[in-house]
């Protein structure tokens, strides 16, 4: 069933319509400054996010809860079985030494090992501490030290001497175990000794309030600050999302829901939908990588019925479906399927949001066209059972939404930060509003500050940095948490996020500009890869730009040139130039004239983790990229 026979369907649920109840507060000119939700789910007042495993063990033994890769092959994984390996691992913790309240490091890749680490370390009344598994030494030496982690459990050998160059020079390195090399196992060798009483204590004694998490920061500039999470905070989060949005991926689609996870769990937001699933039961399973070579074939295989993804996955999507096109000869037939997704989606919205008559039966018979010859092959790309999707990180291009929304898959954007347990906003069920990160999650306020930064309040919100009271006093006053990120509320109460309040370029004319609507609108569009705009203090604005490898070897293949052709010809072709203007262009479309990029220059390599210009999230790290290619935005000005 497609996603607009859903809305049609779930249209006539006014439970589901109306599951978020939204206070707007208004200035005196009648602008929305605050936008309050009510809670779905009353404020936790006992236990903690431990006792997830062992409820569904108790109330659902034989329930999957979680599928597991081996061999080819995904595996179901039952409740009680999951309850069982958790508690054995925790036993393990215990006897090792870990008291109630200490730290365990955890630094791998998304897998099923990390989830069963997750809730062991809680079980055992202990905090996990998680580390991106792409940290340098000096990420990991600096993450162990400041969260006083006894112990650090890694997946690979490379993880693990990582570790031990980082630490070397600690007083009392920390205990290890590896995934890689047993480490589940040899843990619950360790614990045999230890009862499942004791476990049931340490886990009984944890409390709402209790420390689960600390969670670091990327670290886009400066060390990375410890964010303070507790199981409130943890299941505020997941409780008021799995209510609000659940009751349409099960109800309306007649689906039992599951979803593939392939966020870094050192992540905030992968490990708040990891306690989702488990607390709705949703099947989950676990892919470690978000390379789109390796991640298709895990979509097609797992048949997830919605994803959680950045807006990168997306993009690269749509990229591969134009590349595949444009192999076939049929380049300017996607084109065309593009606009028609657009219109469609538009017209679409619009009639069901009650602005419009929707598609005429021209637009309605091209729709019919390319959905049997190109949006279906999107929806096989994604495994065939995706209808939902959550977009976060940074925002999605408006008409990237729009193209999968024709193509059959709805994709909610969410807001938020390490700070805010994850999604402090999110676009509601039946409430679609393309370009916008939609509204407060329930039990969460969101308010837009005199200078335009958006403000959050709520039991989603974190207590404080670790070790760091002057950065705690200035990002909370009142319980109000300042994000550093600046938006809009419009007249329904929903968030737009218009760009990073530190990142605001000013012209050498006293033009502000926010670079963040121009570079997600060019990272939308082959071939660009990675991108940064500049114009702090210069005449006008401009950008860098890499070339995305997938996109220059398919540019090569179709212009019959040899695969080997080193980059450095390639970013000098002014056929590959004149490719890159129409993403130009297409970013500009956004902004005026004194906010447009006039000129941009292709740099040679990406912006990757590995060359510390990326933050394991993603963002560009501004002040190494300026570092980095100083000559090259020197020469943008005529320097």
Not at 13 to 33: M, N, Q
Not at 40 to 52: I, K, M, N
Not at 547 to 561: F, I, M, Q
């Amino acid at each position: 069933m497609g996603v607009r026979t859903e809305l049609k369907r779930a249209k006539q649920r006014t439970d589901l319509a109306a599951r978020t109840r939204i206070e707007l507060v208004r200035d005196g000119t009648g602008t929305v400054r605050e936008a309050r939700a009510e809670p779905l789910v009353p404020h936790a007042t006992t236990g903690s996010t431990a006792d997830l495993p062992f409820t569904n063990a108790a109330e659902a033994p034989d329930a999957v809860v979680l599928r597991r890769e081996r061999d080819g092959a995904w595996h179901p994984v039952t409740a009680a079985a999951f309850a069982r390996e958790v508690t054995d691992t925790a036993k393990g913790l215990i006897a090792a030494g870990l008291e109630p309240g200490g730290r365990v490091a955890v630094m791998s890749r998304t897998r099923y090992e990390w989830t069963v680490l997750d809730f062991a370390v809680w079980a055992a009344g202990g905090q996990t501490v998680p580390v991106y598994a792409t940290s340098s030494p000096d990420q990991i030496e600096w993450i162990v030290r400041d969260s006083g982690a006894r112990f650090v459990v890694t997946e690979t050998r490379a993880n693990t001497d990582a570790v031990t160059t980082a630490t070397a020079g600690h007083a009392e390195p920390p205990r290890g175990w590896q995934v890689d090399a047993g480490a589940l196992a040899e843990l619950a060798a360790l614990g045999r000794d230890i009862t499942d009483e004791d476990v049931t204590k340490r886990r009984a004694a944890l409390t709402p309030d209790t420390v689960a998490t600390l969670c670091y920061t990327s670290g886009t500039t400066g060390r990375p600050k410890g964010c303070v999470l507790t199981h409130a905070n943890l299941h505020a989060e997941a409780a008021n999302t799995v209510e609000l949005l659940h009751p349409l991926f099960k109800e309306v689609t007649g689906q039992v829901a599951s979803t593939l996870l392939f966020l870094p769990l050192a992540h905030i937001l992968g490990r708040s939908i990891q306690i989702a699933c488990l607390m709705a039961r949703i099947e989950l399973g676990h892919c470690p990588s978000l390379k789109p070579d390796e991640l298709r074939p895990a979509l097609r295989a797992f048949r997830p019925t919605f994803v959680v993804g950045v807006p990168y996955l997306f993009e690269k999507i749509h990229d591969t479906g134009r590349a595949t096109a444009e192999k076939m000869g049929r380049g300017s037939s996607f084109d065309r399927a593009d606009r028609i997704a657009v219109r469609f989606a538009e017209a679409h919205l619009n009639r069901f949001l009650g602005r419009g008559k929707g598609p005429g039966p021209g637009l309605r018979a091209a729709w019919a066209l390319y959905d049997l010859l190109v949006y279906r092959r999107v929806r096989k790309e994604l495994g065939g059972r995706l209808r939902y999707a959550i977009s976060g990180g940074s925002p999605l291009d408006r008409n990237l939404n729009l193209f999968f929304y024709a193509a059959g898959i709805m994709i909610y954007e969410g807001y938020g930060l390490t700070e805010t347990t994850a999604a402090a906003a999110v676009v509601p069920p039946l409430g679609p509003r393309p370009g916008t990160v939609g509204l407060p999650v329930p039990g969460t306020a969101i308010r837009i500050a005199d200078d335009g930064e958006v403000l959050v309040k709520g039991s989603v919100v974190f207590g404080a940095y670790w070790n760091n009271p002057a950065a705690t006093g200035a990002a909370l006053t009142d319980g109000w948490f300042a994000t550093g990120d600046l938006g809009a509320l419009d007249a329904d109460g929903y968030l737009t996020i218009t760009g990073r309040k530190k990142d605001i370029l000013v012209t050498s004319g006293g033009k502000n500009v926010s670079p963040a609507v121009l570079e997600d609108r060019l990272r939308s569009r082959p071939p660009v890869g990675q991108c940064m705009v500049v114009g702090d203090n210069r005449p006008f604005v401009a950008a860098l730009i890499t070339l995305e490898p997938e996109s220059v070897a398919h540019w090569l293949a179709v212009r019959k040139l040899p695969p080997d052709t080193p980059l450095s010809e390639v970013v000098r072709d002014p056929r590959m130039i004149a490719a890159v203007q129409k993403a130009v262009d297409y970013a500009n479309e956004a902004v005026s004239r004194a906010e447009s990029i006039r000129k941009f220059t292709l740099v040679e390599g990406e912006f990757t983790e590995d060359n510390g210009l990326l933050t394991p999230s993603l963002k560009v790290k501004r002040h190494a990229v300026t570092t980095r290619y100083t000559d090259a935005v020197e020469a943008l000005y005529g320097g």
